[in-house]
């Protein structure tokens, strides 16, 4: 039984990573999130990116409500749901592009996201030690319903967490590898019934 699902609609790094970190995960397709066969998982986390046409099914996925229900209920229940960000870019020259703003409500969340190139002068508590860290956008607009709990040093939110019942929602903008502490940190809890 794994400890992680990885949302996505194929193999990817990620799965490295925490098989690195002595995780166990497990990559599921968003179709199977309509499956009551899914194991229970403490974590459910979609890589950045998941707005891209190549994988449109995820976040298609996402945009269910019945899904965001499934998602909700996770929550609810005792898991903890990461979603980084969509990286919605149309340019691959960042001097050339206008930040693209992605509405959250669209995933059954308050607030957008801003997709712009940002460079943490310092460590992260999600990557633990570094000199810098490079996150591709910042979340604006979010209301009450989630705590910032880091921004950049133009005080923009780049990583926000929710508490839902008993579990928690964290968004992030962070696009690196996150530090085995920081996940250790999100599997503290149950596996729940996806």
């Known amino acids: 039984m794994p400890d992680v699902i990885i949302l996505w609609d194929g193999p990817l790094f990620f799965e490295h990573m925490f098989e690195e970190y002595g995780i166990s ?11 009551p066969h899914l194991p229970p998982a403490k974590l459910l986390v979609v890589p950045t990116g998941f707005t891209y046409p190549e994988h449109a099914a995820v976040s298609n996925a996402l945009a269910d409500v019945k899904i965001q229900k499934k998602i909700f209920k996770f929550v609810e229940n005792g898991g903890v749901f990461l979603m ?21 409500a669209r995933f059954g969340l308050e607030g957008e996201y801003v997709q712009t190139d940002i460079m943490l002068p310092r460590e992260s508590l999600l990557t633990g030690e570094s000199d810098s860290v490079y996150c591709d956008g910042f979340f604006q607009n979010v209301g009450n319903q989630f705590i910032v709990i880091e921004k950049d ?7 926000l967490e929710m508490n839902k019942g008993n579990g928690r929602i964290v968004l992030s903008s962070v696009h690196e590898f ?15 019934k996806l």
């Open 25 to 35: 995960s497990t990559v599921a397709a968003p179709a199977s999130l309509n499956s």
């Open 84 to 104: 980084f960000s969509p990286l919605k870019e149309v340019s691959t020259c960042s001097a050339c592009r206008a930040p693209a703003v992605t509405p959250l």
């Open 178 to 192: 996150l530090s085995k502490t920081y996940f250790d940190s999100l599997l503290s809890g149950p596996k729940v």
């Open 153 to 159: 040093d133009e005080g923009r939110a780049v990583h």
